[in-house]
């Protein structure tokens, strides 16, 4: 990436307004025409979502992205999408074991709801707030039920089975931190009570230490900051094997998406653990210690983005894919989502941008020069994001954030040219994400409370 350290958030203000036009206008589009009979939306094809089966990870992202149209806006209309969808169709969610994108469907949709009831932008209705308290209770549970454990520790394990840590599910814990923060267990045989917040915590540490790499000779490819999509283990004796990968090129390169949900995940982490009380985790490690783990981690994958992402800060889907090397020095020239080579995915940039922004404001007192750095990194994405060639201005096409993919080794994205990279379409989690950027962005903007999912919880002024 290039970075300008004279690029201002104000910058922001006119494309945030023409975004979230647009952003209206999408949601309206999808509700119009989808069936949800079919399964939730989970990318375009020709401009219009369609259903991918293999899990149910992205109909949150959908409710949810109607929920924080109405906090950017106040227009009632989406609410009431938001609202009735998650009481008619997020309830098998909320029970679902086979997943582990808990925080994905249920924090996006019950989460933003109790959030939005906390914050005073809806009505405070005692019922209504009970139902998704309790519904964000029974969520945590279920999602710290995919437990495998291993020495030291233990994680959510994804949905290929016991021996699988994705590095996704690292912002997917937010379930666990809500349900515990609500004051809930999740109670196993013999009644025996399992700390959810401590889940949390071994699965995100178990994530920093497996998932991401730091320079220290684990392997040959270990390149401090480099992600692996998934680390795999003997569920006999728990000890870690090796990198893989489902959806990047191998588990010896970086698939951005991966990358950037450790970013995001870290980000968010790290701001909400002033809000946790220290003594329901300490019997695992000591809030300092976690703190400086968490910070490592953090900086180590956001520089590593920087440096492995072309200058206007939108990344190619893994930065080990074998095409790249026929692009001459694309890093050092704007991302080109029509290439004939690799594809980009900007959805990877839509979920980054916030994480670089959070860990820089976490970083503000303790490292400004740093801080800043993040943060200007952010904000060069949303600037990019929120522009053409990717934001998406043609009234037809359903998505929001252009050029996204979803499975470049299976083929599954749409190519509109069969001589080029797939591009020109969009992704549930990619448009959510955008949106949620564009809170994060409006309320630092206009001195508004800071947006974080805590805030369903203790919001933060």
Not at 150 to 171: A, E, K, M, Q, W
Not at 241 to 266: D, I, K, M
Request: aromatic share 12%; proline share 5%.
């Amino acid at each position: 990436m290039k970075l300008n350290s004279e690029i201002t958030i104000n910058e922001l203000k006119s494309p945030l307004e023409q975004f979230w036009k647009l952003s209206g206008q999408k949601i309206e589009l999808i509700e119009k025409s989808f069936d949800p009979s079919k399964g939730a939306p989970v990318f375009t094809e020709k401009g219009v979502y369609v259903t991918r089966g293999w899990t149910e990870w992205t109909q949150g992202f959908q409710y949810g992205s109607a929920l924080l149209q109405f906090d950017a806006t106040g227009d009632e209309k989406f609410l009431k999408i938001g609202r009735e969808n998650t009481l008619h169709k997020m309830a098998p969610h909320l029970t679902h074991t086979g997943v582990h994108d808990h925080g994905f469907n249920n924090v996006s949709t019950y989460g933003n709801l109790l959030r939005l009831m906390k914050e005073g932008k809806i009505t405070n209705n005692e019922w209504e707030k009970n139902f998704y308290e309790i519904s964000l209770k029974v969520s945590g549970a279920i999602q710290a039920m995919r437990w495998t454990s291993i020495p030291g520790g233990g994680y959510i394990y994804s949905f290929n089975g016991p021996h699988s840590l994705f590095v996704d599910t690292i912002r997917s814990c937010r379930a666990l931190v809500v349900s515990h923060a609500l004051g809930h267990v999740l109670q196993g045989e013999n009644d025996k009570r399992i700390s959810l917040i401590q889940r949390a915590i071994q699965h995100i540490l178990s994530t920093i230490r497996y998932n991401i790499f730091y320079g220290k000779g684990r392997d040959s490819y270990d390149i401090p900051g480099r992600t692996a999509h998934e680390a795999i283990f003997n569920t006999n004796d728990g000890n870690y094997r090796c990198p893989n990968s489902q959806q990047g090129y191998t588990g010896f390169s970086t698939w951005t998406r991966g990358l950037a949900w450790a970013v995001c995940g870290l980000g968010e982490t790290l701001e909400v653990l002033d809000q946790i009380d220290e003594r329901d985790y300490a019997i695992l490690i000591s809030k300092k210690a976690l703190i400086e783990e968490l910070v490592t981690a953090a900086k180590a994958t956001a520089d590593f983005y920087i440096a492995n992402t072309p200058t206007d800060g939108i990344p190619y889907w893994d930065t080990g894919a074998p095409g790249l090397s026929k692009m001459g020095d694309y890093l050092n020239q704007t991302s080109d989502p029509y290439n004939e080579f690799e594809p980009i995915d900007s959805s990877a940039a839509c979920i980054t941008a916030q994480g670089l922004i959070r860990i820089g404001n976490f970083l503000k007192s303790s490292e400004p020069e740093v801080s800043k750095k993040y943060i200007s990194a952010g904000l060069l994405v949303a600037k990019s994001l929120f522009s053409e060639p990717y934001l998406s201005t043609e009234k037809s096409h359903q998505g929001l954030i252009l050029h996204s993919i979803y499975h470049q080794p299976n083929g599954w994205d749409y190519k509109p040219d069969p001589d080029k990279a797939p591009y020109g379409e969009s992704s549930m989690w990619g448009d959510y994400h955008a949106r949620e950027l564009a809170v994060v962005l409006q309320r630092i903007l206009n001195d508004e409370p800071y947006y974080s999912y805590f805030n369903c919880i203790h919001p933060i002024s």
